[in-house]
């Protein structure tokens, strides 16, 4: 028997829900795989422990959690705190102190859905997009002075390490060399933004060099996103920065059928901390406490806890357990159903415990 020891922070808001829906289906596939055994341990942490302790998190909160091979997240934010107060006191504290440089986001119409754009459905659209999670336009470096003048500057500087910007590269490459396609497409801003972005595309050409089965291509990131619509079909893998990824994925995410659907896996693929997989989803105040919220996105990045585990035969498992609720048509509101976040679990562990693969 394999063990896994697994942290679970809920967090804020639907992130109560859709994380112990997740651990409910986990419980049922390791009880139909039967060959590893989750120790999870749960952690209350979030805007309520804030108000309690004056902390999202316990002082040694990251010092726990190294303690495990992998961290099982929600959501934070709260109607009542800042948001900066949240994400930087609980998830980005984890993603920039575990050094989980790699943020890899796969985007895939699942079966039974529809994407919103005219005649695009399940097969067409099958991506992964790799952002760099580390640096790049949110390193927090800038400032401002002067302020209220009419001499008042603010500047938000962008870093771009050598180190940095190679190990997103080799993360992006060795992805799109494990798939059929192998393409991979580099986007950068390198007409406009002559340092950063030419620096990008120098370290791109370099690694490729090392990938001679993947076949690379530039794009600009303003025409990606008009290609991301275009021409979905002509897109397998893609890299950009943390700035361009971040806008690029919510666009993909919204392209597939739903923000809750939509999966994230937060790696350290050097393994020195535990990586981190949450739904790329927030708390959802507008929902939170009405049964209704999406689990899909939680239950899809379980299966990429499982594959970066060890466990891709309970990975598989788990993504046909998913693909038959969403292809039997049991629907949360925000794909246009009317089932409840309890039915969409029960849906999916029935199809686990009938899967005789
Ligand atoms: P959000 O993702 O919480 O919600 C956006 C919209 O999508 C809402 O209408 C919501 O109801 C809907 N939605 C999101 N997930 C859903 C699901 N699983 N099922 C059904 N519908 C779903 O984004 P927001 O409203 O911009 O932010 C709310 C709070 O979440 C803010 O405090 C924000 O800072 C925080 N946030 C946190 C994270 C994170 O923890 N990783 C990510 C994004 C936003
Ligand atoms: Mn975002």
């Given at each position: ?83 900066d ?50 640096e790049g336009e949110y390193a927090g470096h800038g400032g401002r002075a002067h302020r209220g003048q009419d001499i008042e500057v603010a500047t938000e500087t962008s870093i771009f390490t ?27 801003k390198?007409?406009a933004q002559r340092h950063g972005m ?43 920065t943390n700035l ?114």
């Amino acid at each position: 028997m394999r063990h896994h020891r697994i942290a679970a922070i809920g967090g804020d808001g639907i992130g109560q829900e859709v994380i112990p829906a997740g651990l409910d289906v986990l419980r049922a596939l390791q009880e139909r795989c039967g060959d590893f055994a989750l120790e999870v341990e749960e952690f209350p942490w979030g805007s309520d422990f804030y108000r309690e302790t004056g902390r999202m998190m316990p002082e040694d909160g990251l010092e726990t959690l190294k303690r495990f091979d992998a961290i099982y997240f929600g959501a934070v934010g709260d109607p009542h705190l800042p948001d900066d107060l949240t994400l930087w006191g609980l998830r980005l504290n984890i993603c920039q102190n575990f050094d989980q440089y790699a943020n890899i986001r796969p985007t895939r119409v699942l079966p039974g859905l529809q994407s919103p754009l005219r005649g695009v459905g399940p097969g067409d659209i099958d991506w992964v997009i790799v952002r760099e999670n580390s640096e790049g336009e949110y390193a927090g470096h800038g400032g401002r002075a002067h302020r209220g003048q009419d001499i008042e500057v603010a500047t938000e500087t962008s870093i771009f390490t050598r180190v940095g910007v190679e190990r997103i590269m080799r993360t992006a490459f060795r992805i799109a060399a494990s798939r059929p396609r192998k393409l991979l497409t580099v986007v950068t801003k390198s007409n406009a933004q002559r340092h950063g972005m030419v620096f990008w595309d120098e370290v791109a050409a370099q690694v490729a060099k090392d990938f001679p089965e993947v076949r690379m291509e530039k794009e600009l990131v303003d025409a990606m996103a008009a290609r991301f619509v275009r021409k979905p079909g002509s897109i397998d893998t893609v890299v950009a920065t943390n700035l361009h990824a971040d806008i690029l994925s919510d666009l993909a995410g919204a392209l597939t059928g739903s923000l809750g659907i939509a999966p994230t896996a937060n790696l350290d693929p050097e393994r020195r901390f535990p990586s981190m997989f949450e739904p790329i989803h927030g708390s959802a105040f507008d929902i939170t406490g009405k049964g209704v919220a999406n689990p899909v996105a939680t239950f899809w990045t379980a299966c990429m806890m499982l594959d970066h585990l060890g466990e891709a035969a309970a990975s598989a498992r788990l993504m046909r357990g998913i693909e038959a609720a969403t292809a039997g048509g049991v629907l949360t509101p925000d794909l246009g159903g009317s089932a409840s976040t309890k039915d969409v679990t029960e849906a999916v562990i029935a199809a686990i415990r009938g899967d005789n693969q």
